[in-house]
């Protein structure tokens, strides 16, 4: 069968999948949260893999969004609504929160550090979404990740810049056409030959991170464009997943392997239609932009004297429920406001329409509007 085949906007993985990909990212920073070097063999993989997967799944939903409703006022909006009030709320819990508590637990003035500027500068800095300050007036000096607040959050800023190239690509009339992502894709896999290859620790440029992002994105969007001719089997799961191995002992996996892990992740969760993993929530954000802080709280705590699996774990129970909240105080309201404005939007043009609605419009709309279909973003 063919990926169009198997891929229900109504049943499948997902979601699940995403928070899979989330927790894998929270994994990895477990061991320079603690301290540890990870393992040399699977650096290259075990630093990039969940932040890839989520670009390419990006890739796949995002291009799909369009193609289904290419309105720039709905595509925008729908966009900003699922990243912004999450990634502003974060913002300001961890400036005026997280970091008066770790000020608190080591016992320093709280008072003083709120006076110095600081969260509010934390705020207003990365107000933009690019993480330009990382840490918040000398707060984490004494844990091992380092006096920055949220690693995670630079992957942000290159998740919107897909988004808007898309909406770019569209405007242009080029959506539809098939050729555009593997082009995408080409000029990202020549960059990142060209380049040196993204390493941790290190510093990474500009450059780097928009190869990186481009060829991500690039290779789920061309799982989309081509769903109708890409198989979808197992056997063809466990090639790209050996692939994928095989590929993190080069200097740049990507080179090889992100097409490969794009198959791996999207196929999988197409075919999966198990209802238990059919998770009507989405905690997968919430999962990725509190992790950082959440675990940097942690260290303060003391408890990166654990072992990184077992840090790992606690943090995945501090985490959870503040990721809960985010996504039913947040995320959610945000999600039902962007529904109700795609309708608010939707009635003058079918009012003024004595047109019957065309089935497949029909579909589009019931299937946007279903709980059961995972959010592009």
């Known amino acids: 069968m063919k990926l169009e085949q198997v891929f229900d906007p109504r049943n499948n993985a997902f979601n699940a999948f ?46 799909r969004s369009w193609l289904c409703d290419p309105r720039v006022r709905d595509y925008l909006t729908a966009r900003a609504l699922r990243i912004l009030p999450g990634f502003y709320i974060c913002l300001v819990l961890t400036a005026f929160v997280f970091a008066p508590l770790s000020v608190a637990i080591e016992g320093g003035s709280v008072s003083k550090l709120l006076a110095s500027g600081g969260p509010i500068s934390y705020v207003l800095k990365n107000a933009a979404v690019a993480y330009l300050q990382p840490g918040i007036s000398g707060t984490l000096s004494h844990v091992p990740g380092g006096p920055a607040w949220n690693g995670s959050m630079w992957s942000l800023i290159w998740e919107l810049l897909c988004y808007l190239v898309v909406a770019a690509i569209g405007v242009a009339g080029l959506a539809d056409k098939r050729w555009i992502s593997p082009a995408i894709l080409a000029v990202g896999v020549v960059g990142a030959l060209l380049l040196p290859p993204l390493t941790f620790p290190g510093t990474w440029t500009i450059p780097q991170l ?37 590929a993190g002992q080069l200097p740049d996996y990507r080179v090889v392997g992100a097409l490969p892990l794009a198959y791996a992740v999207i196929v999988s969760a197409s075919l999966i239609h198990n209802p238990r993993l059919r998770l009507r929530t ?29 840090f790992f774990l606690v943090s995945v129970a501090a985490v959870l429920p503040v990721a809960a909240l985010s996504w039913y105080l947040i995320e959610k309201p945000a999600m039902s406001l962007k529904r109700r404005l795609r309708r608010k939007w939707a009635a003058p043009v079918a009012s003024s329409s004595d047109e019957p609605l065309d089935t497949s419009s029909a579909q589009v709309v019931a299937e946007r509007g279903a709980p059961d279909v995972p959010d592009p973003a």
Do not use: N
């Open 18 to 63: 995403r928070l899979a990909l989330a927790a894998e990212v929270m994994l990895f920073h477990s061991w320079p949260a603690t301290g540890h070097q990870v393992p040399k063999p699977i650096l290259e993989l075990f630093f990039s893999v969940g932040v890839d997967g989520f670009f390419a799944i990006s890739g796949f939903l995002i291009t």
């Open 210 to 246: 928009a190869v990186r992002s481009a060829i991500m994105f690039a290779s789920g969007a061309i799982m989309y464009q081509w769903r109708d001719v890409i198989p979808a089997r197992w056997s063809l799961v466990a090639v790209c997943v050996v692939i994928v191995l095989a």
């Open 282 to 310: 989405d905690l997968s954000y919430g999962l990725y932009i509190y992790a950082f802080p959440v675990q940097q709280l942690l260290a303060v705590c003391g408890v990166a004297r654990l072992h990184p699996a077992l």
